[in-house]
């Protein structure tokens, strides 16, 4: 055998252990991890002088925007922001310009991904207005229908329990995941009318109207939902304590339920509003310090399924209105995940092997990613090299991202991504993009 490429001289996790080896590369494919004595002969080797391998991350929850948003982003800036920060397969939500909800909107949307990313794209719809339609959607190749349940975007009112049990259902009978926004439509509608009657603007108005009673009442209800239909759902951003209690409850009744946590919910407060302003501001929103510790808790317990970023990019004056209700939520996400996670690892608050079930393995087996997420000989070569020793600055002025801000700028964190693999070529070297607009691809 002679391969395309060897890396000598780097270590990997295997097995929840640190192995030291090496790995073959053969056209898009891992070949084989062996040691360097049992690696094939190869036309090009590096030598990555002891660093850490890891499989390239999977995100799960990611706003690519382009078309009619692309001033907030697009493929190119986007999948760019997602090599720099480790990510090698996004998965990309429906809340577009136009929305993502038939076989020709996501042909459009895959059409002028192929052209512009560097890393794999993999999109969700949201629910068409036609439910015959899912079949063919989930046919082109869509991952998952998403359900704002905070507000209508798609074919199906959020408020119909009628509506939503039958795309449920159809959901259930194609086998694809229901990813969920939990916030309940009626209560945020009503405490906003309530509280702005009462001429509230401020944060804490704000965080009445996005409270945790609302992301609990929606999420019971999708859960009795899942269970009267079969349907597999995934509750994104989970961000109270007491929403992954219910969750976990549901999930020992036996239902089909899994659960993501992004990085600022597990690492802020809602004191970041009082120190940042609006560009800390999200939905769901930042919480109790009290919550993020149930987060962790609920980490370390395993009733977390996985990290994803919730990238959400926005332009800098759409963040920065006068009143809190028309500030646009969400902050870009891609190139601070998974430093402010191997942070994590730094600091003995999570295992290597942990984080990589969390932001590979098991997005991966949820979504259906086949062939990537894992270290292994015949794989699709989606891997990063780590330094886990650097400490640096995070500085939202240098993001990839259109959205240069960030709620964690200034931070330091330690450990680096310094090189991102993405189908066998290397498409990131130390914060440089080397990779081309169209060599990620779309995956279906
Ligand atoms: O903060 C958020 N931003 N929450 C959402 O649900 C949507 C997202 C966005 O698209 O900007
Ligand atoms: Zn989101």
Redesign the pocket.
């Known amino acids: 055998m002679f391969a395309d490429m060897v890396l000598e001289d780097v270590k990997i996790c295997l097995a929840g252990s640190i192995v030291r080896a090496g790995l073959a590369i053969e056209g898009e494919r891992i070949a084989r991890i062996a040691k360097e004595t049992n690696l094939p002969r190869a036309s090009k080797k590096i030598d990555l002088g002891g660093c850490l391998v890891l499989p390239g991350i999977i995100d799960a929850h990611v ?1 690519l925007r382009d078309q009619g948003l692309e001033y907030k982003e697009d493929f190119f800036t986007g999948t760019c922001a997602a090599a720099s920060g480790g990510i090698t397969t996004v998965l990309d ?1 429906p ?1 577009n310009d136009p929305i993502t909800m038939s076989v020709d909107s996501l042909r459009r949307r895959a059409e002028i991904a192929a052209r512009k990313s560097i890393v794999n794209v993999a999109f969700y719809s949201a629910f068409p207005k036609n439910l015959e339609e899912m079949k063919d959607i989930v046919e082109w190749g869509a991952k998952g229908f998403k359900l ?1 349940l ?1 507000k209508q975007i798609g074919g199906v009112d959020p408020g119909d329990d009628e509506a939503l049990l039958r795309s449920f259902k159809r959901a259930a009978a194609l086998n694809v995941p229901v990813l969920i ?1 939990a916030e309940d439509k009626e209560f945020l509608e009503s405490k906003f009318e309530e509280l702005k009657k009462k001429g509230c603007s401020d944060a804490a108005a704000f965080l009445e109207v996005h409270s945790v009673y609302s992301e609990i009442k929606a999420i019971k209800r999708v859960v009795k939902l899942s269970q009267m239909s079969g349907a597999q759902i995934h509750i994104c ?1 989970t961000s109270a304590g007491q929403s992954l209690n219910f969750i976990a409850s549901a999930k020992r009744a036996g239902i089909n339920v899994t659960c993501e946590v992004t990085p600022h919910h597990l690492l802020l407060s809602s004191r970041e509003l009082e120190l940042q302003g609006h560009i800390a ?4 929103p930042l919480r109790s310090k009290r919550d993020q510790e149930l987060l962790w808790l609920n980490l370390d317990k395993g009733i977390v399924d996985i990290i994803a970023s ?1 990238h ?1 990019p ?1 332009a800098l004056c759409e963040k920065r209105r006068d009143s809190i209700w028309e500030v ?3 902050f870009p996400g891609l190139e601070t995940m998974i430093p402010l996670m191997l942070t994590q690892v730094n600091k003995g608050r999570l295992t290597l092997s942990k984080l990589i079930q969390l932001t590979s393995k098991r997005p991966a087996e949820i979504f259906k990613i086949e062939e990537r997420g894992s270290l292994e000989e015949g794989c699709f070569a989606d891997f990063i090299v780590v330094d886990m020793k650097e400490e640096w600055k995070i500085d939202s002025s240098r993001f990839h991202s259109k959205a240069k801000f960030s709620p964690f700028d200034g931070q330091t964190v330690k450990g680096r991504v310094v090189k991102t693999f993405v189908n066998g070529r290397l498409v990131m070297d130390s914060d440089e993009i080397v990779g081309k607009p169209g060599e990620g691809k779309i995956i279906r």
């Open positions: 706003h939500m809340n704002f905070s926004h951003h501001l999200t939905n769901p919730d959400a926005h646009a939520p969400g």
